[in-house]
């Protein structure tokens, strides 16, 4: 699967050109800054860097692209763990942990562990990557409706971690959630709850809602708090601290290596992508782990899960772009386009012809994991001293800039008004009970269920069984749901009859 | 007028960051001069990545320098075009916000199943390079061998293959043509609907659907995944194998063309800055005839061909025509 010949000359295609390790640094940069700024995505921090590349060669603009996409990937979860405001929508699930722990006084650590998680799940997903391109594009183009609908379903397991005490508020919530997703014109032409808002008719714009929903309610609701940290002494800055995070992550090779399974997995196929990869992979360790009840109320191990799959998901989508030609999502079309550009066509003549290339990619994503790591530690020391900041500044400033990014990525009053819509509505939830997080998942996921499932319905001719039947990978995505779910009933069971034991001693 | 201009361009550049801001503030220090004196802005009613996005960027650089200022791409994607097609309008027609989209088929659609504010003529489509079509294809490893073997399946049952396209599209249309010339009942089709063409393209060529209708420029990166069987034009195009559609549905087949991408104008130009009009007609043209232009574009798959206005913008009027004609089936799901 690995061919010697072309991986000598990705090497020295990588020497031979200097200027491609001269873009790497400003690149992670770009993307770490623009990835850290709600409202800002990834793709945006690209396109508006591809016209540079115009003006480089080949790999040097790859190179800096990727390292974008690298950088922006990780910026989106410093937001994420000091203020709950997910950057970009990947860093949904790390609000869920990081957040709590920078409540808690741990916001070194979370930025540590949330650190040394994307670098190892970005290598981690380049090292798959390295060895499976080829196979792993030959499954994609065969997921059809039925599969992707399966993945959608996984995802809204989380549902059941999200609920908190009250389960029928948690479904409750996520259902509205999905309601919420399902609103404006579907796969088959209908439109539905526009209300005549001609803005509505792609849906409810998901970044600002769930900036809104997620951070803005928190926010308002910490209003007569005045540190982020309540205790002084923790509010400290401390390099020792951040690297101890780091430390931390290795205690948990399963979590990274399911995460950036996972994350490879759902990130290569097309439309899914790091905003699901995060959320499953958070799901799925919540339901495995022994002290699975105290996610969300600060667990490393959520934000290990969350960053390790939305990372190694750029590894995923890049497969998919590179063995097939095709754009899994907006990067990686950027990514396409620059290809362009240069007179490269992605797809399977492309590898066949171009392995040393493809090879010295990957190679140069291996130096931008380590890099990352690098200017990620300077990134987060920095980042952190936002909890010293007054909440009576920080709120005012962050709602500012939320505004501004929402503006940003909707290009019209829709973002700002939608964010302060849904800043009123998460406010309210909260404030009765109800746990925000499970409307996002809902949001994020209910187009996706929606329209696959409405495709199963027409490929089908409503003839579910017969022609889940004939799809083999949607057999063994339910079958490993179902078993997923029965192992955790399993071991609580165990867990329950130990706890009994030795309260009976 | 100018003023709400400016102000949105500051909002977007805070917004947007630095990059913006470099581009965009100097227009706001400078005195109003000859034509253009400041930075021009480039709606695409699309999102980045898309054809019009990938032909506004890669053309930029050569109408830049045919006007001697910057060029500004704004991506305002959403509700089929609607959205950028309006707010492409509000701007002032002074020759700073000029359009590349799709005018058809978004426009006649925009106007005759969206309730659109505008009307055709508000519109002045300088020229339309892209002239795409609808191509039937199926996947590189599929049994269907050629359309005859697709029309003789369906007729037998019609619920024996599935068929991948995107609603209220030429495509839907087309495929509704070629059913009714051959007696196939329609409504019994397996129809799986997408919502773009992307992954349209994604399921015929990974075989989940048997057969799919989707616009034929974009299934050229995905060629060797793909076996065409049918394109719907006179002509052949892009050097796909299979029918044409006159080959199928005689001499005076009817069927509607596939998207005409390029650049336009506000109609109202014409009389209210008849100069500034002239200028930027004549920058197109010349930017579009630049050997470098057409050599760039072309690598990119991107079309430069020069029709001209008055091709352009009957070829537009033209299809709004036929599509009218088939308004049920655009309108109706």
């Known amino acids: 699967m690995v061919e010697l010949t072309s991986v000598s000359g990705a090497f020295t295609l990588l020497s031979s050109d200097m200027n491609a390790w001269l873009y790497l640094l400003p690149g992670l940069a770009i993307g770490l800054i623009f990835g850290a700024m709600p409202g800002i995505s990834i793709t945006m921090a690209m396109a508006f860097a591809l016209p540079a590349t115009l003006y480089m060669d080949f790999l040097p603009a790859i190179v800096f692209l990727t390292a974008i996409y690298t950088g922006a990937g990780f910026g989106g979860s410093v937001p994420a763990v000091l203020m709950g405001i997910p950057g970009t929508s990947s860093a949904v699930a790390t609000t869920f942990d990081g957040y709590p722990m920078a409540r808690k006084g741990q916001h070194s650590e979370a930025l540590g562990v949330a650190l040394a998680s994307s670098v190892i799940g970005c290598l981690a997903s380049y090292v798959i990557l390295f060895v499976l391109i080829v196979p792993i594009s030959g499954v994609v183009l065969k997921l059809g409706p039925l599969e992707m609908f399966a993945v959608a379903v996984w995802g809204m397991l989380l549902l059941g971690s999200l609920a908190g005490t009250h389960m029928s508020r948690g479904l409750l919530a996520g259902t509205f959630g999905v309601l919420l997703g399902t609103v404006g014109m579907n796969t088959a032409g209908f439109v539905r709850g526009t209300m005549g808002i001609p803005w509505l008719l792609d849906g409810v714009p998901q970044i600002p809602a769930m900036m809104g929903l997620l951070a803005a309610s928190q926010l308002i609701g910490l209003i007569n708090t005045t540190y982020l940290i309540a205790d002084e002494a923790s509010r400290k800055i401390s390099f020792k601290k951040i690297l101890g995070g780091v430390q931390h992550t290795f205690r948990y090779p399963t979590i990274i290596f399911r995460g950036s399974l996972i994350g490879v997995i759902v990130g290569a196929i097309p439309g899914v992508g790091s905003s699901i990869s995060n959320l499953l992979s958070y799901s799925e360790t919540k339901r495995n782990a022994s002290d699975g009840d105290t996610f969300g109320q600060g667990n490393p191990k959520g934000v290990i899960a969350a960053e390790a799959a939305n990372s190694s998901s750029e590894g995923g989508a890049m497969a998919t772009m590179l063995a097939l030609g095709i754009p899994g999502g907006g990067a990686t079309a950027i990514l396409l386009a620059a290809f362009a550009m240069h007179n490269i066509v992605g797809g399977p003549s492309f590898i066949a012809n171009n392995k040393d290339i493809v090879y010295a990619v990957i190679f140069s994503n291996f130096a931008q994991a380590m890099l990352l790591f690098v200017v990620g530690l300077g990134f987060v020391y920095v980042a952190g001293y936002v909890v010293r900041v007054p909440l009576r500044f920080l709120i005012p400033s962050v709602l500012v800039v939320s505004t501004f990014g929402a503006y940003a990525i909707e290009g019209s009053s829709a973002g700002p008004i939608t964010l302060w819509v849904f800043s009123v509505l998460g406010w309210a939830m909260v404030r009765y009970g109800y746990p925000v997080a499970a409307t996002v998942v809902g949001l994020l996921l209910g187009s996706l269920l929606e329209g696959n499932l409405l495709r199963t319905n027409q490929i089908s001719g409503g003839d579910f069984i017969g022609y889940g039947l004939e799809r083999p990978w949607a057999l063994l995505i339910f079958a490993l749901m179902l078993g997923s779910i029965l192992l955790q009933a399993i071991s609580k069971r165990r867990r329950a009859k130990v706890a009994a034991l030795s309260a009976a001693q | ?333």
């Open chain 2, 1 to 333: 007028m100018t003023s709400t201009f400016s102000r949105r361009t500051i909002l977007k550049a805070s917004a947007g960051g630095v990059a913006f801001a470099a581009l965009a503030s100097p227009s706001i220090l400078r005195a109003q001069n000859a034509y253009p004196d400041r930075p021009i802005n480039v709606v695409v009613p699309f999102d980045t990545g898309g054809y019009n996005d990938r032909l506004a960027r890669a053309f930029a650089p050569f109408l830049q320098q045919q006007l001697g200022q910057p060029l500004t791409i704004i991506n305002r994607g959403g509700a089929g075009a609607l959205l950028g097609h309006t707010f492409f309008l509000q701007q002032p027609d002074d020759g700073y916000t000029i359009l590349c989209t799709s005018a058809a088929p978004y426009l006649p659609l925009n106007i005759l199943t969206q309730d659109a504010s505008f009307k055709l003529e508000d519109f002045y489509m300088v020229n339309l390079p892209s002239q795409d079509y609808t191509l039937m294809a199926t996947s590189a490893g599929s049994d269907i061998k050629s359309v005859q073997d697709f029309i003789s399946r369906l007729k037998a049952d019609p619920s024996s293959l599935s068929v991948g396209l995107q609603p209220a599209s030429a495509d839907l249309v087309n495929f509704h043509i070629l059913c009714s010339a051959n007696e196939i009942e329609v409504d019994a089709v397996r129809v799986v609907t997408y919502d773009g063409g992307g992954p349209a393209r994604n399921a015929v060529a990974g075989g989940v659907v048997d057969v799919g209708f989707v616009g034929g420029e974009g299934f050229l990166p995905l060629a060797e995944q793909i076996r065409p069987l049918l394109t719907f034009d006179t002509r052949k195009r892009d050097n796909w194998d299979g029918a044409i559609v006159t080959d199928v549905l005689g001499a005076d087949a009817d069927f509607v063309v596939g998207s005409q991408r390029g650049w336009g104008l506000h109609g109202s130009m014409q009389t209210s800055n008849p100069e500034v009009f002239k200028t930027l007609v004549g920058a197109i043209e010349a930017a579009s005839k630049d050997p470098a232009a057409i050599e760039a574009l072309k690598n990119q798959q991107l079309a430069t061909d020069w029709y001209g206005p008055e091709e352009s913008n009957q070829m537009l009027a033209r299809t709004a025509k036929v599509m009218e004609q088939y308004l049920d089936l655009l309108k109706g799901n």
